[in-house]
């Protein structure tokens, strides 16, 4: 296991990525499609879909124990994202998600 500074320093970078995935919550909530570009739709989609393929390679529930309740935090917050995306942008989002399965099977 890795040591107290470094649980501290993921321990931040979770609390950070929790505040900034409740943000994109809200925001993709009240935002209509037009107001934002594929661009930046397709970016929330790949730091949803990040978090959830790699957060083992992030966080490892292994060497942090600590961080578990925190990491699964995050993972919830993340997947209301995708739901929030997913009535914005059904079809893409569902393209992705079993292209994700297929790629891992």
């Known amino acids: 296991?890795?040591?107290?500074?470094?649980?501290?320093?993921?321990q931040r970078k979770l609390a950070v990525e929790c505040i900034f995935c409740s943000a994109c919550i809200r925001f993709v909530e009240c935002c209509p499609q037009e107001g934002l570009t594929g661009t930046l739709w397709k970016g929330l989609e790949d730091f949803v879909f990040d978090w959830l393929i790699h957060a083992d390679r992030v966080v490892s529930q292994a060497e942090y124990p600590s961080l578990i309740d925190l990491r699964g935090l995050?993972?919830?917050?993340?997947?209301?994202?995708?739901?929030?995306?997913?009535?914005?942008?059904?079809?893409?989002?569902?393209?992705?998600?079993?292209?994700?399965?297929n790629i891992r099977r």
């Open 1 to 10: 296991p890795k040591g107290a500074s470094d649980a501290s320093t993921y």
């Open 74 to 101: 995050l993972l919830d917050l993340v997947s209301q994202l995708l739901g929030a995306l997913s009535a914005i942008r059904f079809s893409l989002v569902t393209e992705r998600f079993f292209n994700e399965l």
